[in-house]
């Protein structure tokens, strides 16, 4: 069997479905995410809001913690839409959380219909990660 490997456009439409499913009741700004693992598979999440605002989740953190809890360790891309269609790249907390599992490009909406695909490094450059708490 090929295996089909989904292009950024697709991983976008992914993510802007996603966004639907959001739950957004107090910033109405609904967000989606999909992550591609490394064998492939695409997990998809949307924000999670909280009437306590603090406890709200990214949709970037709701699909990597999906992917992960579903037993994935490494990623390769992530996928992030705002429902609004506006641009929108993803905040620092899941920059950092996407340095974790190695992820190495993040594909954003370019704001005139298309897509841009960033890679890690240049969204968070020299960033911690889980080799600089192995050594020594
Ligand atoms: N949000 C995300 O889900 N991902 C981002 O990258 C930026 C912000 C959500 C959190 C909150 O529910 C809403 O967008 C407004 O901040």
Not at 17 to 29: G, H, K, T, V
Not at 48 to 77: M, P, W
Not at 92 to 107: L, P, S, T
């Amino acid at each position: 069997m090929t295996h089909h490997v989904p292009g950024d456009a697709e991983l976008m439409a992914a993510a802007m479905e996603a966004a639907q499913r959001a739950y957004a009741p107090y910033s109405r700004f609904q967000v989606g995410a999909v992550v591609v693992t490394e064998d492939g598979s695409v997990v998809s999440g949307a924000n999670v809001e909280n009437a306590a605002y603090a406890s709200t989740l990214c949709a970037e953190a709701v699909a990597i913690g999906a992917a992960v809890a579903a037993g994935a360790r490494n990623l390769v891309t992530v996928a992030v839409a705002c429902l609004s269609g506006e641009r929108c790249y993803p905040c620092g907390q899941c920059r950092q959380r996407m340095r974790e599992f190695g992820v190495e490009r993040v594909i954003v909406r370019d704001g005139a219909g298309g897509t841009r695909s960033h890679s890690l490094e240049e969204l968070l450059p020299e960033a911690f990660g889980p080799e600089d708490l192995a050594r020594g």
